[in-house]
């Protein structure tokens, strides 16, 4: 197969050149109404011959499908055009059965979570390790996934979240390896590693062993948002189940032009070469050698190269995330500690920024104010947990303060956002550790999808649940 072809981008190329009449949908015409349809409206298009049918795919979008297939080393490799969410979705509901547990790490994303509830899978959640010096969560051990499937024998399957949220990689083969020998399918949501195994970078999960993958090109890759992979390593898993499903959870009108992106980052990917990952390599060390020159700033460098973590002495997170974007710079997302920034994959020729990103940050680390910064050193502790309770939107809620609320049941899931991954979940015991945590991140001003009374310091809990 020739990873130099876009089939999909070269059809709809070709059918502009027709110069068409539209007696079809979309409404737009081709984008010859409207500012912002006219901007992306040529190519998109609807089911019409030529262009093939991402839910009965035998054209040019079986063939970006197939060559996203060969790239990616996968017996199947499918577009997805509603996110990740719908990959995590269709991968726990087509292989695990209603009723079973399902070995979760500790730091997935709401969407495994929802996959759950829609699944009627019970999940068992594992503390990741922290990494000590960005105190975040890293990976599991495989230790503890041991202890956890021999706790729950009748789970068959473990949903790994790799690369972390801020690029830490963990013990994935290790992991995997006691997986396998445990008689585990692996569902790994790689949303963070659609770069993963191009030169100089860490390995995808489906290169050691992975049974199916979930990865957002559109974090990583030159792909429009929503645009994600799916991929399955084998015959053994039931690929057609997995199709049946992402026919039932992606629209009937799949975006024509989030497809011809995620056929154009593929693309991008599979002709990345040593030398690109050498000049990426150059301007990524150039950036972090001139940030470290600048007195109070602090880089963290996690095991992924597109990732970096910045902090500076004096200020919080936000507070440094506040300041950049005065200056027009904007991060993925800010912590109590730091920020974190995605670098882009960069190919020989392209430019960076780098000149107005350092001076932005010398100003505010010269000019901004010293406060008082908490303590979060991790306190890490090997957990298995469960839910407390299912289904607890089905039952009666109060509102309790967060300093009363230790042993009692969330009726509510927060979520820091982002990056999308719950601290709290309806259904499970709320403790002091966690509670505390919760605090602190109210206190930095953190973003929270739900939780609408913790600005008054309250909590939904379950009326009558409690340890």
């Given at each position: 197969?020739?990873?130099?072809?876009?089939?999909?981008?070269?059809?709809?190329?070709?059918?502009?050149?027709q110069?068409?009449?539209?007696?079809?949908?979309?409404?737009?015409?081709?984008?010859?109404?409207?500012?912002?349809?006219g901007?992306?409206g040529?190519?998109?298009?609807?089911?019409?011959?030529?262009?093939d049918?991402?839910?009965?795919?035998?054209?040019?979008?079986?063939?970006?499908?197939?060559l996203l297939?060969?790239?990616?080393?996968?017996?199947?490799?499918?577009?997805?055009?509603?996110?990740?969410?719908?990959?995590?979705?269709?991968?726990?509901?087509?292989?695990?059965?209603?009723?079973?547990?399902?070995?979760?790490?500790g730091?997935?994303?709401?969407?495994?979570?929802?996959?759950?509830?829609?699944?009627?899978?019970?999940?068992?959640?594992?503390?990741?390790?922290?990494?000590?010096?960005?105190?975040?969560?890293?990976?599991?051990?495989?230790?503890?996934?041991?202890?956890?499937?021999?706790?729950?024998?009748d789970?068959?399957?473990?949903?790994?979240?790799?690369?972390?949220?801020?690029?830490?990689?963990?013990?994935?083969?290790?992991?995997?390896?006691?997986?396998?020998?445990?008689?585990?399918?692996?569902?790994?949501?790689?949303?963070?590693?659609?770069?993963?195994?191009?030169?100089?970078?860490?390995?995808?999960?489906?290169?050691?062993?992975a049974?199916?993958?979930?990865?957002?090109?559109?974090?990583t890759?030159?792909?429009?948002?929503?645009?994600?992979?799916?991929?399955?390593?084998?015959?053994?898993?039931d690929?057609?189940?997995?199709e049946?499903?992402?026919?039932?959870?992606?629209?009937?009108?799949?975006?024509?032009?989030?497809?011809?992106?995620?056929?154009?980052?593929?693309?991008?990917?599979?002709?990345?070469?040593?030398?690109?990952?050498?000049?990426?390599?150059?301007?990524?060390?150039?950036?972090?050698?001139?940030?470290?020159?600048?007195?109070?700033?602090?880089?963290?460098?996690?095991?992924?190269?597109?990732?970096?973590?910045i902090?500076?002495?004096?200020?919080?997170?936000?507070?440094?995330?506040?300041?950049?974007?005065?200056?027009?710079?904007?991060?993925?997302?800010?912590?109590?500690?730091?920020?974190?920034?995605?670098?882009?994959?960069?190919?020989?020729?392209?430019?960076?920024?780098?000149?107005r990103v350092?001076?932005?940050?010398?100003?505010?680390?010269?000019?901004a104010?010293?406060?008082?910064?908490?303590d979060?050193?991790?306190?890490?502790?090997?957990?298995?947990?469960?839910?407390?309770?299912?289904?607890?939107?089905?039952?009666?809620?109060?509102?309790?303060?967060?300093?009363?609320?230790?042993?009692?049941?969330?009726?509510?899931?927060?979520?820091?956002?982002p990056?999308?991954?719950?601290?709290?979940?309806?259904?499970?015991?709320?403790?002091?550790?966690?509670?505390?945590?919760?605090?602190?991140?109210?206190?930095?001003?953190?973003?929270?999808?739900?939780?609408?009374?913790?600005?008054?310091?309250?909590?939904?809990i379950?009326?009558?649940?409690?340890?």
């Open positions: 197969m020739n990873q130099k072809e876009r089939p999909l981008v070269e059809a709809l190329e070709n059918h502009m050149k110069h068409p009449v539209s007696f079809h949908v979309p409404g737009h015409k081709n984008g010859l109404m409207g500012k912002v349809a901007h992306v040529a190519w998109d298009q609807t089911e019409i011959s030529g262009l049918d991402l839910h009965a795919a035998d054209g040019p979008i079986a063939s970006a499908q197939d297939a060969t790239h990616a080393g996968a017996f199947k490799s499918y577009f997805l055009v509603n996110g990740s969410t719908t990959g995590n979705l269709a991968m726990v509901m087509g292989l695990c059965e209603p009723g079973s547990h399902l070995i979760v790490a730091n997935a994303h709401k969407s495994v979570i929802h996959a759950c509830r829609l699944a009627r899978v019970k999940p068992v959640f594992l503390t990741p390790d922290v990494h000590l010096e960005s105190m975040t969560p890293s990976g599991l051990s495989p230790g503890l996934l041991k202890k956890a499937a021999h706790a729950f024998p789970a068959t399957a473990v949903l790994l979240t790799y690369p972390s949220y801020y690029g830490h990689t963990g013990q994935i083969k290790a992991v995997i390896q006691q997986a396998k020998s445990l008689g585990l399918t692996v569902l790994v949501d790689e949303a963070h590693g659609a770069h993963f195994s191009l030169p100089g970078f860490p390995v995808s999960s489906l290169t050691v062993g049974d199916v993958v979930v990865q957002s090109a559109h974090k890759l030159p792909a429009l948002t929503m645009g994600s992979y799916l991929h399955i390593s084998s015959k053994q898993v690929h057609l189940k997995i049946q499903l992402l026919g039932m959870l992606q629209s009937s009108s799949p975006s024509y032009p989030i497809m011809a992106s995620l056929d154009d980052a593929r693309h991008y990917a599979a002709t990345y070469s040593d030398e690109d990952a050498a000049f990426f390599k150059k301007k990524r060390t150039e950036l972090i050698t001139r940030l470290r020159d600048i007195p109070r700033l602090k880089v963290i460098e996690p095991e992924d190269p597109l990732k970096l973590l902090r500076i002495d004096g200020m919080s997170g936000p507070d440094v995330q506040a300041a950049c974007e005065k200056r027009g710079i904007f991060a993925e997302l800010a912590d109590p500690l730091q920020v974190l920034w995605i670098l882009p994959l960069l190919k020989v020729g392209e430019q960076a920024e780098w000149d350092i001076e932005a940050l010398s100003e505010i680390a010269k000019t104010e010293w406060t008082e910064q908490r979060l050193s991790a306190s890490y502790t090997e957990e298995i947990t469960t839910l407390s309770v299912q289904n607890t939107d089905q039952l009666p809620a109060a509102v309790e303060s967060i300093d009363l609320a230790a042993g009692k049941i969330a009726a509510e899931t927060i979520i820091p956002y990056p999308g991954i719950p601290i709290i979940i309806a259904g499970e015991m709320l403790t002091q550790k966690k509670l505390s945590y919760l605090k602190e991140l109210i206190a930095a001003h953190v973003r929270f999808q739900g939780g609408a009374y913790l600005i008054e310091g309250n909590i939904m379950v009326e009558g649940g409690s340890s």
